[in-house]
Structure formats: structure tokens, C-alpha cells
């Protein structure tokens, strides 16, 4: 068994950012990127803070220096003994946090 080997040192970290912003009546978030960070639209993670109902998070739009985000919310329906969700509406006053990461 040999012990000779090679040794590639890992690529440099990646740019990231993080932001958190709150949802306006239409259920969107918007965050702006600090200018010249990214050069591609970066890959963004989202968590959105605790509360009542079921909620999405989706990225709606995103470029090198902004992403726009759309939550929704649902309440939970039970019908027949079987958990249901109603239909998603706009999610206001919400807090979204976002992690934004060189692709």
C-alpha cells in the first residue's frame, strides 16, 4: 500500500451575504446586494421567523445585485378528519432572513 499522495488545496471561499427584510403588503421581500459582490445571480437560501399558519418562501426574481422574494400564507383546514390547506394569500409584515451565496 502506498503512502505517497497529492494534496490540492480547497478553492478560496465563496462570496456570501446575509439580510433580512420584511414583506410588504404584497407579500414581498427585497434585497439588495452590496454592489460588485456578485457577479451572477447568487444562490439564495431563505427561513422565514416563526408564526400562525402554513408558509412559503420563493425566490420571485434574482439578479447579481438584487432578489426578490414572495411569501404566502395558509391556514389549515380540517375536512373529514383529514388536514387540509386553504388557499395561499399574501403574507405581509413577515420577516425573512437570506443567505446569498456566489454561485
Do not use: I
Request: glycine share 10%; charged share 10%; net charge neutral.
Amino acid at each position: 500500500m502506498s503512502t505517497s499522495g497529492s494534496y490540492t488545496p480547497p478553492p478560496p471561499a465563496a462570496r456570501q451575504a446575509q439580510a433580512r427584510a420584511v414583506t410588504d403588503s404584497s407579500g414581498n421581500a427585497v434585497f439588495t446586494w452590496p454592489p460588485g459582490l456578485f457577479t451572477a445571480p447568487p444562490v439564495v437560501t431563505l427561513a422565514v421567523e416563526a408564526g400562525g399558519g402554513f408558509r412559503s418562501a420563493r425566490v420571485a426574481a434574482n439578479s447579481a445585485t438584487e432578489t426578490t422574494v414572495n411569501v404566502q400564507v395558509s391556514a389549515g383546514v380540517t375536512l373529514l378528519g383529514l388536514g387540509v390547506l386553504a388557499v395561499g394569500v399574501a403574507a405581509s409584515g413577515v420577516t425573512v432572513h437570506a443567505t446569498a451565496t456566489e454561485p
